[in-house]
């Protein structure tokens, strides 16, 4: 599997940004695939997950209610929609996935994800 995250950039704060992770040469229906941040000198923080079998979703408290990830099956692509942006989301998102996974709950162990994109900023002044 390969991803290939887009859409970071530059925004003010309470405004909106979509990322976008393409993912390539899976063909099982039945792992997760999670964004995660790090800003410099901050440890990794996941930020959102979604079971690709049956879309359920896990976030952050801290995005919760701001952020929503979802998924095009048919373009095996994964979105993170980002509004009300702060400037403490302002950091470098990871789009990362697992292997097969039978359960939706795993998407929360964060050990399980083993491919990972090359990153995009996100930088809200």
């Known amino acids: 599997v390969q991803l290939v995250e887009s859409g970071g950039g530059s925004v003010q704060a309470g405004g909106s940004l979509r990322l976008s992770c393409a993912a390539s040469g899976s063909t099982s229906r039945r792992y997760c695939m999670g964004w995660f941040r790090q800003a410099p000198g901050k440890e990794r923080e996941r930020v959102a997950a979604?079971?690709?079998?049956?879309?359920?979703?896990y976030y952050a408290d801290s995005v919760k209610g701001r952020f929503t990830i979802s998924q095009d099956n048919a373009k095996n692509t994964v979105y993170l929609q980002m509004n009300s942006l702060k400037p403490e989301d302002t950091a470098m998102y990871y789009c990362?996935?697992?292997?097969?996974?039978?359960?939706?709950?795993?998407?929360?162990?964060?050990?399980?994800?083993?491919?990972w994109g090359q990153g995009t900023q996100v930088t809200v002044s």
């Open positions: 990362a996935s697992t292997a097969r996974t039978w359960a939706s709950y795993t998407c929360q162990q964060t050990y399980r994800y083993n491919t």
């Open positions: 979604i079971y690709t079998s049956d879309g359920t979703t």
